[in-house]
């Protein structure tokens, strides 16, 4: 064992989340040079001879960026890592992602009502927790007082804001268009359909722990994806586990996700459409001869 890992011990749990996920990215088959770029990361904190809670806390992400072979977006992996003890893109690549405990984990919401709230609402992160505090819904949920909502916000507002850590005032609109996402489930569901991607045993509703969903990583440009079929409680209440394909993505404020979905109502009946964005997925298929909008 180094000397940086006996006196720093953040350093050396950083450094193995690091390395199981580059682990695990490489037994999914994913990009080699994303694989390469944990591993390396791994060995600059695990040889740093600095505290990294230090450098997060007087320098914050630009610090970590500033680091050899940490980029943005490693660098917001390792804040994660550092002020919340996990890595959610770990738990998902090991097949323990579990959204009722992210929203359990949230003071003033208990194990049962983020089960209610993932189940009536289809929640499963803390922004999609943050977007339900301000638009309406949590309010009309039986059990949230105006006192509890303003505490819920508050805890999301301070956990969020330290996952959003500034960078220099940099701002960027990297969201990507809806051809692309969509681009993104045609490849998932194409090559889950032909068997061609590794499978993992996820924790949640699968109590024989088989190895029944597939992951897929890709990449369009300079972004990165991990697309997986929904393993929530709502998706197998109405069987739509091969539906339902939720897209991870790094986007400037840390990894986000969208969820495709075939619609059965509406103009976009039997189409693919991202939720949230129907409004654009209708102006994109107006645009496609082979996919025809409802009057």
């Given at each position: 064992?180094?000397?940086?890992t006996?006196?720093?011990?953040m350093n050396a ?6 390395d199981?996920?580059?682990?695990l990215?490489?037994?999914q ?10 591993h390396?990361?791994?060995?600059t904190?695990?040889?740093l001879?600095?505290?990294?809670v230090e450098v ?8 970590l ?7 943005p977006a490693?660098?917001?992996a390792?804040?994660?890592i550092v002020t ?5 893109m ?6 323990e992602?579990?959204p ?5 984990s949230v ?8 089960e209610r ?12 927790l943050?977007a339900?505090?301000h ?6 949920m039986?059990?949230?007082?105006e ?7 508050d ?5 969020l ?5 500034p960078?220099?005032?940099?701002v960027?609109?990297?969201r ?6 969509l ?5 998932y ?11 993992i045993?996820?924790r949640r ?13 890709t990449w369009?440009?300079p ?15 109405l069987g739509?586990?091969?539906?339902w394909v939720?897209l991870y993505f790094d986007?400037?404020?840390g990894?986000q ?6 619609a ?11 939720r949230g ?6 102006a ?6 082979t ?5």
């Amino acid at each position: 064992m180094s000397v940086e890992t006996a006196t720093f011990p953040m350093n050396a749990q950083v450094a193995s989340r690091l390395d199981e996920a580059a682990q695990l990215l490489e037994q999914q088959k994913a990009n080699a040079f994303r694989v390469q770029a944990y591993h390396n990361a791994a060995s600059t904190i695990r040889e740093l001879p600095r505290n990294v809670v230090e450098v997060l806390h007087e320098e914050g992400l630009d610090g970590l960026d500033r680091l050899p072979g940490i980029g943005p977006a490693l660098a917001r992996a390792i804040s994660l890592i550092v002020t919340t003890g996990r890595l959610p893109m770990l738990d998902r690549l090991r097949g323990e992602s579990d959204p009722v405990a992210i929203l359990a984990s949230v003071p003033g919401i208990g194990t049962t009502l983020a089960e209610r709230i993932h189940e009536e609402l289809d929640i499963g992160s803390l922004e999609e927790l943050e977007a339900a505090a301000h638009d309406g819904r949590l309010a009309a949920m039986a059990g949230f007082g105006e006192k509890r909502l303003a505490g819920v916000r508050d805890a999301l507002a301070t956990r969020l804001a330290r996952r959003r850590l500034p960078r220099s005032g940099r701002v960027a609109d990297d969201r990507p268009a809806v051809e692309e996402l969509l681009d993104v489930d045609r490849e998932y569901r194409a090559a889950s359909a032909a068997g061609r991607l590794h499978r993992i045993s996820p924790r949640r509703f699968n109590p024989r722990r088989t190895a029944w969903l597939p992951v897929m990583h890709t990449w369009r440009g300079p972004r990165h994806y991990t697309a997986l079929y929904s393993n929530t409680a709502r998706a197998h209440q109405l069987g739509r586990t091969r539906d339902w394909v939720v897209l991870y993505f790094d986007g400037s404020d840390g990894e986000q996700q969208h969820t495709v979905v075939t619609a059965t109502s509406g103009p976009l009946k039997g189409n693919r459409i991202v939720r949230g964005l129907e409004a654009e997925c209708e102006a994109y298929y107006q645009h496609q001869p082979t996919r025809r909008v409802s009057s």
